[in-house]
């Protein structure tokens, strides 16, 4: 008897994928187009499938690694976020990002691991300085609520013996040229990534090593014998381990049926700058701002191969289709300008260049979707929103529990409960967006 998993939908990713489209063009990789064997398959060439390769070929060098994606490398979610690797609590879905002492330090502890990781990928693979750029990040507070969030997130930091520092409008204002701040909070630990350059980058060097094949969507998983046969569309792979890194898409195959939140975050980046609208603008040449409020905007100056620009991302959508229509890309686009607008008056002739939305994926009790799923098939899913840092941990924590290695990471997610059931739909989408229109409502002022 055999069983088969079948992807009852394939990702589109909606809006162009912008911190791609801004790089010069780089290596492609080709579709398959014939049966192959592999030793160990990777399905979804995010930070977590990349990074599970990447340590495959740490720990397995002589063992052929085949990583497949349904679209192109570093366009899907993984090379459309805002790019912060963030080391401390961020529960995106908490009102104070934050959670019990002992989990949050359970979680600086990890998110750790994933930024020494990154910053090793960068050293090996000789990625541009502004790819993986350790400078830290500000909660920036607007209103007397923002304050009121940056107090509350200063005290637990002090009680989780982390350190910050406290800025006020006019330090604000020499970081980011805007006066719209009235303070902020300092905070050393984050990573800024270009992430599209560290997805690409990523990948690149991997290549030498490591099979890539883009535009190869997985379709089913069938085991026959000891095997795993996974078709795609022109082509088999027959592998006795698979490590399935599809974040919220693990749904799309069966798993985890009814307990991931599909949840859509849209973002607007400027065209690049001219030499007189940098000098307008004033403030440091790159810095990135989380909102003191979680639904406040994030905003990131970047510089660098791309040109000078400025993202914005705002807004949330609980989509259990997995689809977005263009129509609420444009709308939702409308209030990054509104908060562009208002932090940057003196840039007023500064045009959006691109606008976009990616998938995340939540799950009700902020766990991940991580383990053995069937014999053979490690799921490394669910990043409850921070895949920079919680994709790549589980990544590495799947390869090594693929391969039986020592794993403190893998025997850490293990341990965490699996994600809870969500109320039947439509409950669920009435229960969540009526909460997002609310959390979005209060934090208004901050966007
Ligand atoms: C606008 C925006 C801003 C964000 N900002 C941040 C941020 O600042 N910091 C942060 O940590 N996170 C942020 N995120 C979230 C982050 O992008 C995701 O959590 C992260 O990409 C998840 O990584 P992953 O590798 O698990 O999954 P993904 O990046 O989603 O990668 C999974 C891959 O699987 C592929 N796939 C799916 N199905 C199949 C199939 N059947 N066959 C083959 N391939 C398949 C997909 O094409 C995709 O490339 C943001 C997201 C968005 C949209």
Redesign the pocket.
């Known amino acids: 008897m055999s069983f088969t998993y079948k992807?009852r939908r394939?990702?589109r990713?909606p809006g162009p994928a912008a911190w791609h489209e801004i790089l010069p063009p780089s290596k492609s990789y080709p579709p398959l187009d014939e049966d192959i064997t592999c030793d160990w398959l990777v399905?979804?060439?995010?930070?977590?499938?990349?990074?599970a390769a990447r340590r495959l070929r740490q720990l397995r060098g002589g063992d052929r690694v085949v990583v497949?994606?349904?679209?192109f490398?570093g366009?899907?979610?993984?090379?459309?976020?805002?790019?912060?690797?963030?080391d401390l609590p961020?529960d995106v879905s908490s009102d104070q990002y934050t959670s019990s002492l002992d989990k949050d330090l359970w979680q600086i502890n990890l998110n750790r691991q994933a930024i020494a990781f990154a910053k090793d990928v960068a050293e090996e693979f000789n990625l541009p300085q502004e790819t993986v750029d350790a400078q830290g990040r500000v909660n920036g507070a607007v209103t007397e609520n923002g304050l009121h969030h940056n107090a509350e997130y200063a005290d637990h930091l002090t009680r989780l013996g982390e350190p910050f520092e406290h800025l006020d409008a006019q330090a604000m204002a020499e970081l980011t040229g805007s006066r719209f701040y009235t303070a902020g909070l300092y905070m050393p630990g984050t990573v800024l990534l270009q992430?599209a350059q560290y997805i690409r980058g990523l990948a690149e060097g991997l290549a030498d090593h490591v099979a890539l094949y883009e535009k190869?969507?997985?379709?089913t998983m069938t085991k026959k014998g000891q095997d795993w046969q996974v078709a795609?569309p022109h082509g088999k792979i027959t592998t006795p381990k698979i490590i399935l890194?599809?974040?919220?898409?693990a749904e799309?195959?069966g798993f985890f049926k009814g307990r991931l939140m599909h949840v859509?975050?849209?973002?607007s980046m400027t065209e690049a700058m001219t030499s007189d609208q940098i000098k307008a603008l004033g403030g440091q040449k790159r810095w990135g701002i989380?909102p003191s409020d979680p639904m406040g905007s994030?905003v990131r100056k970047i510089s660098g191969v791309g040109g000078d620009r400025i993202i914005i991302?705002n807004r949330w959508s609980y989509d259990p289709s997995m689809e977005v229509s263009d129509a609420r890309i444009a709308a939702y686009g409308r209030d990054q300008d509104k908060g562009f607008a208002r932090r940057f008056p003196m840039l007023n002739d500064l045009k959006m260049e691109y606008r976009?939305?990616?998938?995340?994926?939540l799950s009700f009790n902020s766990v991940p979707a991580f383990g053995e799923v069937d014999d053979g098939i490690i799921a490394?899913?669910?990043?409850?929103?921070?895949?920079?840092?919680?994709?790549t941990l589980?990544?590495i924590a799947a390869a090594e529990l693929a391969t039986r290695s020592n794993s403190p990471i893998a025997d850490d997610l293990l341990k965490a409960d699996p994600p809870s059931k969500l109320p039947p739909q439509p409950l669920a989408w009435i229960g969540a967006t009526a909460s997002i229109k609310w959390r979005e409502w209060k934090g208004r002022a901050e966007i």
């Open positions: 992807a394939l990702p990713d399905i979804g060439a995010g930070f977590a499938g990349l990074s497949i994606d349904a679209t490398i366009q899907g979610p993984a090379g459309r976020n805002s790019g912060f690797m963030i961020h992430p190869t969507p997985a379709l795609t890194a599809v974040n919220g898409h799309s195959f859509f975050t849209y973002a989380t994030t991302r976009w939305t990616g998938r995340l994926c490394a899913c669910c990043q409850n929103g921070l895949g920079t840092a919680k994709g589980s990544g």
